[in-house]
């Protein structure tokens, strides 16, 4: 089935990509190499410059300097319907008068294909959506019409498939449904994946490898376990989850750690897991990795880093777990995600609590928060 489907993915590089246009720079600078086969998930906020790459790529957009190579050969100046690249849109843009088996061989008709209408079936019973191809795309749930648009756009047989927000339009259960069933497509027909997104869980369910894109520039790319938990810069830190951040002075450094003085607290982090290891410093730590005790500080340690006392200001339940808001003396407020795995460790405001995490769970980051960077 899937090489009935696809050819095998290309290896997408783009180098030296710059995009201007009048009054701002929506592209900085951007080196990136997809290899074949991968699923790849360019993720950022609104005007980070994802969709002008992807823009780019699909030959919808000119760069203002730089180069891009598909499966080895330069592309840059090729037309979009000359490259072997198709692109998913959050719209579907379906036509509305054709069925859904003429909507997916469109395509193959307009380039003269042979048995476009055997190959559009295909490429529908590929989605499973075979059965209904004699329906209207109105007739069609949003999550099934999301899956004709793959089907039209597998069915072109690209070395490339771009996905502009493509499940921007479902509701949070069929947008769920929708990331599993696109990772099992593209398993099966081996194509090279490009996934446009904002959705952190979506990237880090779908995609082999993620980068984070932040102002026209990559911050950070790897498998999504690494980025999550080794982030090296603050964006990174905050846009892919919530990180409790902690700024010091270097006063101890050895061969396995690093350790800063934040407001009086002695606080460490390993050095193979920090960016920096002099001068004015972030330590980071994700609120899941952290615990919090009510019956007293528990003791110092050389792999234990504690803060507090404190007192809890904010209790939000979130089905899976308690989310405590802990706000300490001199040093701010402190998040703690404890999982729903029984009775809650605390259920009422205002309890005093000391807050702990394992040396080896904290990371160190590259720059500061703004309001530290001074």
């Known amino acids: ?113 042979d048995e476009p209408m055997k190959k559009a079936q295909d490429a529908l019973n590929l989605v499973e959506l075979g059965h209904l191809g004699n329906r209207r795309p109105q007739q069609l749930s949003g999550g099934q019409q999301q899956r004709v648009a793959l089907a039209r756009a597998l069915v072109n047989r690209p070395s490339l498939l771009l996905l502009d927000e493509p499940l921007g339009a479902l509701d949070l259960k069929l947008r769920r449904q929708m990331q599993i069933e696109l990772k099992a497509i593209q398993m099966e027909v081996g194509l090279t994946f490009l996934h446009v997104t904002h959705d952190q869980e979506e990237a ?42 902690f700024v010091g002075d270097v006063v101890e450094e050895n061969a396995n750690s690093v350790s800063i003085d934040c407001k009086g607290h002695k606080l460490t982090v390993p050095k193979a897991r920090a960016e920096k290891h002099s001068g004015k410093i972030a330590i980071g730590v994700r609120p899941e990795k952290a615990t919090f005790h009510e019956d007293g500080a528990p003791a110092q340690s050389s792999d234990l880093n504690v803060v507090g006392p404190g007192e809890i200001i904010d209790i939000r339940f979130t089905g ?50 703004v309001t530290e960077d001074k």
Request: aromatic letters at 8%; a neutral charge; glycine letters at 8%.
């Open 204 to 245: 880090m369910d779908m995609a082999d490898t993620v980068a984070v894109m932040n102002k026209g520039r990559i911050e950070q790319m790897g498998a999504p376990e690494k980025l999550y938990d080794r982030p090296k810069t603050v964006f990174v830190s905050k846009f892919l989850g919530q990180s409790n951040l």
């Open 1 to 113: 089935m899937a090489e009935q489907q696809a050819s095998a993915g290309a290896d997408l590089e783009l180098r030296g990509i710059r995009k201007e246009f009048p009054g701002f720079t929506a592209i900085e600078e951007l080196d990136l190499t997809i290899p074949a086969g991968q699923f790849f998930a360019l993720l950022g906020p609104s005007g980070c410059g994802k969709t002008t790459t992807l823009r780019i790529i699909a030959g919808l957009d000119q760069p203002t300097t730089g180069k891009i190579f598909l499966s080895g050969k330069d592309i840059t100046d090729t037309k979009p319907h000359e490259r072997k690249v198709n692109t998913v849109f959050q719209s579907y843009a379906l036509f509305p008068h054709m069925t859904v088996l003429d909507n997916v061989a469109f395509g193959l008709k307009q380039r003269k294909i």
């Open 320 to 369: 899976v777990s308690n989310q405590y808001l802990i706000e300490i003396p001199n040093l701010g407020e402190v998040t703690v995600f404890a999982q729903n795995v029984g009775k809650s460790p605390v259920t009422e405001l205002g309890a005093k609590v000391w807050v702990s995490w394992k040396v080896e769970h904290a990371f160190g980051l590259a720059d500061l928060p």
